[in-house]
């Protein structure tokens, strides 16, 4: 039985005793409370008990969370993984490989809709348990509009966002990260305009004050740079299916990739199921997200080798400017890069675009029409005569014969 003790106590038992004599001492120490609680309940009155030190410091400590609640970098931190991209770039796999490390992983189903998981893992040095929340977004251009429903204005100061793009298939990448990065940007001011509406306007200083800290003061491109206001972070996938082609096609992706990141102050990474090195490095970065802590800078420059390049690390005058035989003459240093990887990585016959469904223009079956409608009927039916029935239950003043009357005409 677990006791507490009182100050009295408390100095009692630190004097030098025996075993035999503290193991007595605990037995008539639990008598004299079992005494207590029984005079307790025949309403006999007793001295309050002093608390004990452990009760006065977990009341001390959740008096300062109190105090500090307000502290919004500190307290109440639940970080936010979100993943979007293209359908069948690995977002799923990525997040399988994280959760169930070590353990045999089938292969995951494409993400129609939104879906949604959650870790515990222990942080800080009393080991609190935190969550860790994951989502992804189908990658159907149709359920681009879910990206409201994980990144709100109550969750953006904690998460970090993943864009995936499929290296496997070069000629749709740079479309695909352009459609992604403005989808997301876009949304992200909504949201930021929305806390300042509802007069939270601490929130967006936070985050742009925690965006600029991620480029350097000194760094030479910081005024050409877009920060985005949370961690975004851009995986090129299966890269094990891209990195047989030739090097200047590797260079060519490497450097696209590289000023599409750098001008949106993004971290950029390649990743592969068969290569342990990236999911040990993606592993990481989520556990430092988790924990905290801010994108380690390790770097990898090499093209013919999985990219990893943090936000602020790099630079427009390394990455060169693009072939102007390719690129034309255009200053934009981003957009000759997309032509020039355009041009080497020309659009593919067997590439099926992605299919859009609209109701209107699907053709009528009457089979199904007509079953439909039956089947709506029924829950009409069904839910009027629940509703009937809770009528009767919570009214029981209702004539005997206006209860048999308004049965028959229900079953009816």
């Known amino acids: 039985r677990v006791c507490s003790f009182s100050e009295e106590e408390a100095l009692w038992w630190s004097r030098p005793l025996t075993t035999t004599n503290k193991l007595m001492a605990a037995m008539r120490t639990v008598k004299k409370r079992t005494s207590r609680t029984k005079k ?18 977990l009341e001390e400590r959740n008096q300062e969370s109190e105090k500090g609640s307000s502290d919004l970098s500190t307290h109440h931190r639940e970080p936010l993984i979100l993943f979007i991209g293209p359908l069948s770039s690995g977002k799923s796999s990525i997040i399988q490989h994280y959760m169930f490390k070590d353990k045999g ?9 939104l879906d949604y998981r959650y870790t515990r893992s222990n942080v800080g040095v009393d080991n609190e348990k935190e969550i860790t929340h994951f989502w992804e977004v189908g990658g159907a251009l149709s359920m681009s509009h879910l990206l409201e429903i994980p990144l709100s204005s109550s969750s953006i100061q904690h998460a970090m966002v993943f864009i995936t793009v499929d290296l496997s298939k070069p000629w749709r990448v740079a479309d695909d990260l352009s459609f992604w990065i403005g989808l997301f940007r876009k949304h992200l ?19 742009h004050e925690q965006s600029r800290k991620r480029i350097s003061k000194t760094h030479p491109d910081r005024n050409r740079i877009e920060v985005s206001p949370i961690p975004l972070v851009i995986v090129g996938t299966k890269f094990d299916l891209f990195k047989h082609r030739s090097p200047e096609y590797l260079k060519i992706m490497a450097k696209t990739l590289r000023c599409i990141a750098h001008s949106n102050g993004a971290n950029l990474m390649y990743y592969s199921i068969q290569e342990k090195s990236t999911v040990q490095t993606m592993r990481n970065i989520m556990l430092r997200h988790s924990s905290g802590k801010s994108f380690s800078k390790t770097t990898q420059f090499d093209h013919t ?16 400017s693009a072939p102007q035989e390719f690129s034309g003459s255009s200053p934009d240093q981003v957009q000759n890069w997309i032509s020039t990887l355009k041009h080497h990585f020309p659009k593919e016959a067997e590439d099926v675009p992605e299919i859009e469904f609209d109701e209107k223009i699907l053709t009528a079956e009457t089979a199904i029409d007509s079953l439909l409608a039956l089947k709506n009927s029924e829950f009409i039916r069904t839910q009027k005569e629940r509703e ?20 028959s005409i229900g079953s009816n």
Do not use: M, Y
């Open 40 to 57: 307790h309940r025949r309403g006999v009155e007793e001295k309050p008990i002093i608390k004990d030190v452990w009760t006065q410091l």
């Open 305 to 320: 080798r999985p990219l990893i390049i943090p936000a602020g690390e790099d630079t427009f005058e390394s990455i060169g």
């Open 189 to 207: 001011n909504q949201c930021l305009e929305r806390t300042v509406i509802e007069k939270d306007n601490n929130l967006a200083s936070i985050l």
């Open 388 to 407: 009937f029935q809770e009528k009767l239950q919570s009214n029981d003043e209702i004539p005997k014969s206006r209860l048999s009357r308004q049965q």
């Open 105 to 113: 992983i089938e292969v995951p189903k494409s993400t129609v809709t």
